[in-house]
């Protein structure tokens, strides 16, 4: 695994730290149980002025059209809760790119505005 983030730290509200975290880790599960063991992945952190942007990208064998909506009507959520789910619960977006035989890309995009509002919410709840 290759990570390449800015200089300096990303700072984010710690649910929402949390959340993106728990995503980064749900896509990389996700690249070690079905890339396979030779499998390289890749992290990218941006952090750009209006949103936080985290790329997890493998170059692992990709994902059969269809395979994903096959998956949640099986039951298996692991993309659509593990990762969908948790970024558009911290008001941000998740984009899954895949193509057959060259890999996979998830994109995770938080924006500072979702960022700050957590951070209110948190400091409120104390």
């Given at each position: 695994m290759t990570l390449s983030e800015p200089g300096a730290p990303v700072l984010l509200a710690p649910p929402v730290a949390r959340e993106l975290a728990a995503a980064v880790s749900a896509a990389l599960d996700n690249?070690?149980?079905h890339a396979g063991a030779e499998a390289h992945a890749w992290i990218l952190v941006e952090d750009e002025p209006g949103e936080v942007i985290v790329t997890v990208r493998d170059d692992g064998p990709g994902i059969p059209e269809g395979r994903l909506a096959e998956a949640e009507g099986e039951g298996r959520l692991g993309v659509a809760l593990s990762i969908?789910?948790?970024?558009r619960d911290i008001g941000?977006?998740?984009?899954l790119i895949s193509v057959p035989g060259q890999g996979t890309e998830v994109e995770l995009r938080v924006p500072r505005e979702a960022a700050r509002d957590a951070?209110?919410?948190a400091?409120?709840?104390?």
């Open positions: 690249v070690r149980r969908r789910g948790r970024l941000g977006t998740a984009e951070r209110g919410k400091g409120k709840a104390r």
